[in-house]
């Protein structure tokens, strides 16, 4: 039973999919996601995926201040993945609200709403913040 | 050429007296009351060929809410008309009759501004979200977050 | 036939910014739609309000990350003008570099997400690694890739040396060879022709009375640039052309925004040649005067405006932001009108959205009804894709030419 949870847990380890998702942000931190897949930067030959649905992913990639309306559905898609789930937040509204914080609208980071494994500040964070953290994060993830 | 347009418009509405001037090049500002709105409006549009509406700028000042038209014509000369109505019975005519783009601008002074505007077709809100309360204005200058 | 209401939830285009749809069918054609926006609302007038000018200047950088260079340059014409400040020359042409490598990204960035809604994902790779290249320079310039903070009230923050100049034109150079092949694939390869022509349709006259701006609303003849009718920066000295074209679909735009590539290119080629010598920015008062100004810009997606009025103190009195979405989203209903719904995820993302300039806010619409659908965006696309390639769209010629010539 134990060799057959290493096993998983290498899968998950050596090629994490990822789901991205913009609780409200001003694009930024997106593109610069997406840029992470693009030729010059090139995750997939990490094994890092980006899929359509939660139901798929192990990590969940967000970005921006969470509006008010969007905390409900943000939820609801962190409940949709299956264990175990990570929660990654990128750029510094989603750490903390950003310049947003204090917005009538805003709460004021993703922790607010969701608990976080691992945060990347950055305004926006660069494709290259974006693979150390979540290298990192895989990282601890060996480790246990 | 702004100069040439005001004297046109004093000319035509001579108790704009005053009310008219041009800041700058191809910027002209205008005040009128609510009254005399649409005959000032439809002669810039039909006579001025000020052809294009960028937006409707809303803002609470106090005793009256006031809003900015800003038209532009093809050479990029802008005409910012303004005109208020009372705070405590704010409601407007639309004018989705001579831009059909106009509607989304006057959806967003109803909703941040708690302004009527008469006129308007069925249709969702916008910006704020459904579950918004129908009473908090948050571009009125009294409105604080957390209320 | 009965209707069909297909809410397309919140997964945007391109962006993945959510964006909300209902769609009314019968059968596959489109009978009606409304677009449910609001979705990144943040607040950013108000917070404008309640924060200094130099605050602002910051801020509205950051109502949008693709075309934050033409919201805080907006912003701060606007300032400077009510200030009655005359800032350097150096300094308007400087703006206008930004504005335009600005301009560049944002289009091939455009190119490759086109790419992507209509299954063509090796233009998707192709042009961004190609912007990488405005990356690296905008990065070299002002320090960073995104969000580039140059603008300050009187000027701007950082000089260009001559070094940079080389590097730019290098930049440029590389890049026009490429557009132009991007050019030659957009309006010669069959397959792409045949998947955007006739998608999409705004005629003249329906842009005209919906008020379409920028790309949009010039690839349907309608004759309208800021840069050219209400110059601002530098853009009163410099010789371009406003490219227009008579397709009226999402061909149409493809050509303008390649267009409008080459004539960036050119425009940078000017500034550097011509660039004065000077200070780079003049000292701002920190209570700007009573006054008021509008001010407009032509961001990469069209006509940006900002009205910003002033009371005497450190904080602005009002400060009204119209970005060229809103006007733009208005005509997609009437784009859509009866046409396919394979067609769907291309014109909107022809329109090239982009919803944080325009709500500065989200919501998903469930529907209870039993003859309703929910679709996810990417679910909508690969249905387009698939739809097209039974009827003989198919880019795997294409991504062989492309691999071959690279």
């Known amino acids: 039973m134990r060799f057959a949870k290493k096993i998983i847990n290498w899968a998950r380890v050596k090629s994490p999919w990822v789901l991205h998702f913009n609780t409200g942000a001003c694009n930024a931190c997106d593109i610069e996601i997406i840029a992470a897949l693009t030729p010059r930067y090139d995750v997939e030959r990490f094994g890092v995926q980006l899929k359509a649905t939660p139901r798929h992913a192990d990590i969940l990639l967000c970005s921006g201040p969470v509006t008010k309306q969007v905390a409900p559905r943000l939820k609801r898609i962190y409940e949709q993945m299956p264990e175990p789930k990570f929660v990654v937040v990128v750029g510094t509204c989603a750490c903390s ?29 660069s494709p290259k913040a974006i693979i150390d953290g979540v290298v990192k994060l895989l990282k601890s993830l060996e480790e246990k | 050429m ?5 004297q046109d418009l004093l000319g035509r509405f001579p108790y704009l007296n005053e009310k008219v001037r041009a800041q700058r090049d191809r910027r002209i500002y205008a ?9 000032v409006f439809e002669y810039a549009i039909q006579k001025l060929n000020f052809t294009f509406l960028c937006t409707i700028t809303g803002l609470d000042e106090g005793e009256r809410i006031s809003f900015i038209y800003h038209l532009t014509t093809q050479d990029g000369i802008i005409l910012n008309l303004k005109t208020s109505v009372p705070k405590e019975k704010p409601v407007l005519k639309t004018i989705i009759g001579y831009f059909r783009g ?8 109803e909703d941040l501004l708690g302004v009527k505007v008469e006129g308007l077709p069925e249709g969702k809100r916008y910006p704020l979200p459904d579950d918004w309360p129908k009473d908090q204005y948050p571009l009125r200058k009294d409105w604080k977050p957390n209320a | 036939m009965h209707k069909v209401i297909i809410p397309i939830g919140p997964q945007h285009p391109a962006l993945k910014e959510p964006a909300s749809f209902r769609v009314a069918l019968s059968g596959e054609k489109i009978t009606g739609l409304t677009v449910r926006l609001g979705y990144n609302h943040r607040g950013i007038e108000k917070a404008c309000e309640e924060r200094t000018y ?3 200047v910051y801020l509205t950088e950051r109502i949008c990350g693709i075309c934050s260079h033409a919201h805080s340059s907006a912003f701060v014409q606007a300032v400077e003008e009510i200030a009655a400040l005359d800032i350097p020359k150096r300094a308007k042409y400087i703006r206008t570099l930004i504005g335009e490598l600005e301009r560049i990204h944002s289009h091939l960035l455009w190119l490759g997400v086109a790419g992507h809604e209509i299954g063509f994902d090796t233009l998707l790779m192709y042009t961004w690694r190609d912007r990488e290249i405005v990356m690296d320079i905008l990065a070299m310039i002002t320090g960073n890739r995104v969000n580039y903070g140059i603008n300050c009230i009187g000027g701007v923050r950082r000089d260009i040396t001559p070094e940079y100049i080389k590097d730019i034109f290098r930049g440029v150079k590389t890049l026009e060879e490429r557009t132009n092949y991007y050019i030659d694939i957009a309006t010669k390869e069959t397959t792409i022709i045949k998947r955007l022509s006739k998608v999409g349709m705004l005629s003249h006259d329906d842009a005209l009375k919906l008020g379409a701006v920028g790309p949009t609303g010039r690839a349907s003849g309608i004759d309208r640039d800021t840069r050219r009718d209400d110059p601002y920066a530098a853009y009163g000295e410099l010789d371009f052309k406003v490219i227009t074209d008579d397709h009226c679909d999402v061909f149409g735009r493809t050509v303008v925004r390649l267009g409008e590539l080459l004539e960036s290119y050119k425009i940078i080629r000017q500034v550097l040649k011509e660039l004065p010598e000077g200070p780079i920015a003049v000292k701002a008062p920190r209570k700007i005067p009573a006054g008021e100004a509008v001010s407009r810009y032509e961001a990469p997606r069209g006509e940006n405006m900002h009205y910003v009025k002033s009371n005497g103190s450190e904080k602005p009195e009002r400060v009204k932001v ?10 997609v209903s009437k784009m859509l009108e009866d046409r396919q719904l394979a067609d769907l995820p291309i014109v909107i993302a022809a329109i090239d959205p982009c919803f944080s300039c325009t709500d500065r806010l989200i919501s ?35 991504n062989n030419k492309l691999k071959r010539r690279y």
């Open chain 2, 31 to 39: 005040e009128i009351d609510y009254a005399n709105f649409v005959e």
């Open chain 2, 102 to 109: 106009a509607e989304i601008y006057e959806r967003e002074l």
């Open chain 3, 364 to 398: 998903i619409k469930e529907s209870n009804d039993k003859r309703s659908k929910i679709m996810k965006w990417d679910e909508l696309r690969e249905y387009g894709i698939h739809w097209y390639q039974h009827r003989g769209v198919d880019f795997t010629k294409i």
């Open chain 2, 2 to 6: 702004e100069t040439k347009m005001m």
């Open chain 3, 322 to 331: 119209r970005a060229p979405t809103l006007a733009n989203l208005q005509t």
């Open chain 1, 97 to 125: 609200g950003g310049v947003f914080d204090g917005c009538y609208n805003v709460e004021s980071g993703i922790d607010a709403v969701l608990p976080v494994s691992a945060y990347i500040p950055g305004c926006p964070a």
């Open chain 3, 54 to 56: 130099i605050q602002d």
